[in-house]
Protein backbone atom coordinates (compact mmCIF):
# COMPACT_ATOMS: atom_id res chain seq x y z
CA UNK A 1 0.00 0.00 0.00
CA UNK A 2 1.74 3.25 -1.28
CA UNK A 3 1.99 5.99 2.32
CA UNK A 4 2.71 8.84 1.10
CA UNK A 5 4.01 11.49 3.83
CA UNK A 6 4.76 15.58 4.17
CA UNK A 7 6.74 17.00 6.71
CA UNK A 8 6.36 19.35 8.30
CA UNK A 9 2.81 19.63 8.96
CA UNK A 10 2.93 23.04 9.39
CA UNK A 11 5.75 26.11 8.16
CA UNK A 12 5.55 29.51 8.86
CA UNK A 13 7.93 31.89 6.70
CA UNK A 14 8.56 35.72 6.76
CA UNK A 15 7.13 37.24 3.41
CA UNK A 16 10.36 37.07 0.56
CA UNK A 17 11.84 33.55 1.56
CA UNK A 18 12.02 30.92 -0.41
CA UNK A 19 9.49 27.86 0.39
CA UNK A 20 11.16 24.33 0.60
CA UNK A 21 8.17 21.52 0.82
CA UNK A 22 9.14 18.00 0.99
CA UNK A 23 6.85 14.73 0.33
CA UNK A 24 8.06 11.02 0.42
CA UNK A 25 6.63 8.02 -0.99
CA UNK A 26 7.13 4.27 -0.39
CA UNK A 27 6.53 2.88 -3.69
CA UNK A 28 8.63 4.24 -6.32
CA UNK A 29 6.33 2.24 -9.05
CA UNK A 30 4.16 5.42 -9.73
CA UNK A 31 2.82 6.73 -13.15
CA UNK A 32 3.19 10.98 -12.11
CA UNK A 33 3.13 13.14 -8.89
CA UNK A 34 1.16 16.13 -8.92
CA UNK A 35 1.04 18.94 -6.28
CA UNK A 36 -1.36 21.11 -5.05
CA UNK A 37 -2.73 23.84 -2.91
CA UNK A 38 -5.80 23.88 -1.11
CA UNK A 39 -7.22 26.81 0.29
CA UNK A 40 -9.05 26.94 3.39
CA UNK A 41 -13.12 25.65 2.81
CA UNK A 42 -12.16 25.02 -0.91
CA UNK A 43 -11.47 22.21 -2.74
CA UNK A 44 -7.60 21.10 -4.26
CA UNK A 45 -6.37 22.97 -7.45
CA UNK A 46 -3.87 21.35 -9.21
CA UNK A 47 -0.30 23.28 -9.15
CA UNK A 48 2.21 21.19 -11.32
CA UNK A 49 2.43 17.29 -12.56
CA UNK A 50 5.47 15.86 -13.39
CA UNK A 51 5.45 12.51 -15.37
CA UNK A 52 7.85 9.61 -14.19
CA UNK A 53 10.06 10.14 -16.57
CA UNK A 54 10.42 13.37 -15.74
CA UNK A 55 12.92 15.09 -12.76
CA UNK A 56 11.01 18.44 -12.61
CA UNK A 57 8.43 20.65 -13.95
CA UNK A 58 8.19 24.67 -13.43
CA UNK A 59 5.74 27.02 -13.44
CA UNK A 60 6.00 30.87 -12.86
CA UNK A 61 8.05 30.83 -9.31
CA UNK A 62 7.07 27.30 -8.70
CA UNK A 63 9.46 24.26 -9.09
CA UNK A 64 8.87 20.60 -8.34
CA UNK A 65 11.62 18.30 -8.57
CA UNK A 66 10.72 13.78 -8.45
CA UNK A 67 13.44 11.19 -7.48
CA UNK A 68 11.62 8.00 -7.95
CA UNK A 69 14.68 6.10 -6.66
CA UNK A 70 14.27 7.39 -3.74
CA UNK A 71 10.74 8.10 -3.12
CA UNK A 72 11.13 12.06 -2.78
CA UNK A 73 9.78 15.07 -4.35
CA UNK A 74 10.02 18.61 -3.42
CA UNK A 75 8.01 21.92 -4.19
CA UNK A 76 10.21 24.97 -4.66
CA UNK A 77 8.08 28.49 -4.16
CA UNK A 78 10.39 31.27 -4.74
CA UNK A 79 10.09 34.71 -3.23
CA UNK A 80 7.12 33.57 -1.19
CA UNK A 81 4.28 36.33 -0.70
CA UNK A 82 1.09 36.03 1.59
CA UNK A 83 -1.06 35.49 -1.37
CA UNK A 84 0.99 32.42 -1.17
CA UNK A 85 -0.36 31.32 2.46
CA UNK A 86 -2.16 27.40 1.90
CA UNK A 87 -1.69 24.14 2.54
CA UNK A 88 0.13 22.30 -0.24
CA UNK A 89 -0.41 18.57 -0.66
CA UNK A 90 0.93 15.92 -2.82
CA UNK A 91 -0.13 12.88 -4.71
CA UNK A 92 1.14 9.75 -6.65
CA UNK A 93 -0.86 8.30 -9.16
CA UNK A 94 -0.49 4.56 -9.97
CA UNK A 95 -2.85 4.05 -12.36
CA UNK A 96 -5.97 4.94 -11.78
CA UNK A 97 -5.64 6.14 -8.22
CA UNK A 98 -3.91 9.10 -6.52
CA UNK A 99 -2.62 8.67 -2.67
CA UNK A 100 -2.24 11.51 -1.33
CA UNK A 101 -0.51 13.09 1.86
CA UNK A 102 -1.78 15.08 4.57
CA UNK A 103 -0.38 18.21 3.50
CA UNK A 104 1.85 20.85 4.67
CA UNK A 105 0.06 24.50 5.97
CA UNK A 106 2.14 27.36 4.69
CA UNK A 107 1.95 30.59 6.63
CA UNK A 108 3.64 33.84 4.71
CA UNK A 109 4.01 36.64 7.19
CA UNK A 110 3.68 40.09 5.74
CA UNK B 1 -16.93 28.25 -17.08
CA UNK B 2 -18.38 25.58 -13.72
CA UNK B 3 -16.07 23.21 -14.18
CA UNK B 4 -16.62 20.49 -11.26
CA UNK B 5 -20.20 21.40 -8.91
CA UNK B 6 -20.58 19.38 -6.18
CA UNK B 7 -24.25 20.08 -4.24
CA UNK B 8 -24.63 20.82 -1.05
CA UNK B 9 -21.92 22.50 0.32
CA UNK B 10 -23.51 21.78 3.55
CA UNK B 11 -25.13 18.82 4.95
CA UNK B 12 -26.69 17.17 8.54
CA UNK B 13 -27.77 13.82 9.02
CA UNK B 14 -28.66 11.65 12.24
CA UNK B 15 -27.38 8.72 12.08
CA UNK B 16 -29.20 5.69 10.05
CA UNK B 17 -30.53 8.25 7.18
CA UNK B 18 -29.43 8.15 3.48
CA UNK B 19 -28.69 11.14 1.00
CA UNK B 20 -27.03 11.47 -1.93
CA UNK B 21 -23.98 13.80 -2.32
CA UNK B 22 -24.21 15.12 -6.04
CA UNK B 23 -21.17 15.73 -8.49
CA UNK B 24 -21.40 17.04 -12.05
CA UNK B 25 -19.02 18.73 -14.52
CA UNK B 26 -19.04 20.32 -18.09
CA UNK B 27 -15.70 19.23 -19.27
CA UNK B 28 -16.22 15.59 -21.06
CA UNK B 29 -13.72 14.22 -18.33
CA UNK B 30 -13.76 10.59 -18.94
CA UNK B 31 -12.65 10.18 -14.85
CA UNK B 32 -14.53 10.98 -12.23
CA UNK B 33 -14.02 10.39 -8.29
CA UNK B 34 -15.02 10.35 -5.04
CA UNK B 35 -12.04 11.78 -1.89
CA UNK B 36 -13.06 12.16 1.98
CA UNK B 37 -10.89 14.51 3.55
CA UNK B 38 -10.42 13.73 7.26
CA UNK B 39 -8.16 15.91 9.78
CA UNK B 40 -4.84 15.36 10.03
CA UNK B 41 -4.84 12.79 7.00
CA UNK B 42 -4.55 13.39 3.18
CA UNK B 43 -7.90 12.76 1.04
CA UNK B 44 -8.97 8.99 0.52
CA UNK B 45 -10.42 7.24 -2.87
CA UNK B 46 -14.07 6.05 -2.12
CA UNK B 47 -14.69 5.21 -5.52
CA UNK B 48 -14.10 6.48 -9.06
CA UNK B 49 -15.52 5.87 -12.89
CA UNK B 50 -13.40 5.45 -16.07
CA UNK B 51 -16.77 6.58 -18.02
CA UNK B 52 -20.48 6.07 -18.07
CA UNK B 53 -21.27 2.70 -17.09
CA UNK B 54 -17.92 1.55 -15.33
CA UNK B 55 -17.28 2.41 -11.77
CA UNK B 56 -14.58 0.90 -9.28
CA UNK B 57 -14.00 0.95 -5.64
CA UNK B 58 -11.05 3.02 -4.15
CA UNK B 59 -9.26 2.35 -0.84
CA UNK B 60 -12.31 3.34 1.77
CA UNK B 61 -15.86 1.85 -0.16
CA UNK B 62 -17.72 -0.20 2.76
CA UNK B 63 -20.94 2.58 3.14
CA UNK B 64 -21.12 4.01 -0.28
CA UNK B 65 -22.54 3.34 -3.27
CA UNK B 66 -22.15 5.14 -6.81
CA UNK B 67 -23.34 4.57 -10.32
CA UNK B 68 -22.17 6.43 -14.00
CA UNK B 69 -25.14 6.66 -15.96
CA UNK B 70 -23.82 9.57 -17.90
CA UNK B 71 -20.74 11.43 -18.74
CA UNK B 72 -21.43 14.53 -16.79
CA UNK B 73 -23.14 12.68 -13.47
CA UNK B 74 -21.54 11.14 -10.80
CA UNK B 75 -23.66 10.49 -7.49
CA UNK B 76 -22.15 9.30 -4.23
CA UNK B 77 -25.11 7.65 -2.02
CA UNK B 78 -24.96 7.13 1.00
CA UNK B 79 -26.62 4.01 2.46
CA UNK B 80 -27.28 4.57 6.14
CA UNK B 81 -25.25 7.45 7.37
CA UNK B 82 -22.57 6.82 10.61
CA UNK B 83 -20.77 9.08 12.71
CA UNK B 84 -18.08 7.96 10.94
CA UNK B 85 -18.66 9.83 8.17
CA UNK B 86 -18.67 12.66 9.38
CA UNK B 87 -16.08 14.60 6.68
CA UNK B 88 -15.49 16.55 3.93
CA UNK B 89 -16.33 14.97 0.80
CA UNK B 90 -14.72 16.21 -2.70
CA UNK B 91 -15.86 15.47 -6.40
CA UNK B 92 -12.66 15.41 -9.23
CA UNK B 93 -12.24 14.73 -12.70
CA UNK B 94 -9.57 14.12 -15.11
CA UNK B 95 -9.64 13.88 -19.15
CA UNK B 96 -8.15 10.69 -19.00
CA UNK B 97 -6.07 8.66 -16.10
CA UNK B 98 -5.62 10.26 -12.70
CA UNK B 99 -2.07 9.22 -12.87
CA UNK B 100 -1.36 10.81 -16.60
CA UNK B 101 -3.78 13.92 -16.15
CA UNK B 102 -4.23 16.68 -14.02
CA UNK B 103 -7.04 16.27 -11.26
CA UNK B 104 -9.61 19.19 -11.08
CA UNK B 105 -11.40 19.61 -7.79
CA UNK B 106 -14.85 20.58 -6.69
CA UNK B 107 -15.91 22.81 -3.71
CA UNK B 108 -16.34 20.14 -1.37
CA UNK B 109 -19.37 18.77 0.73
CA UNK B 110 -19.09 19.01 4.62
CA UNK B 111 -21.37 16.46 5.89
CA UNK B 112 -21.82 16.00 9.89
CA UNK B 113 -23.96 13.23 10.82
CA UNK B 114 -25.17 12.74 14.44
Known amino acids: KQEVTQIPAALSVPEGENLVLNCSFTDSAIYNLQWFRQDPGKGLTSLLLIQSSQREQTSGRLNASLDKSSGRSTLYIAASQPGDSATYLCAVGNDYKLSFGAGTTVTVRA | NAGVTQTPKFQVLKTGQSMTLQCAQD?????MSWYRQDPGMGLRLIHYSVGAGITDQGEVPNGYNVSRSTTEDFPLRLLSAAPSQTSVYFC?????????????FGSGTQLSVL
Open chain 2, 27 to 31: MNHEY
Open chain 2, 92 to 104: ASSLGRASNEKLF
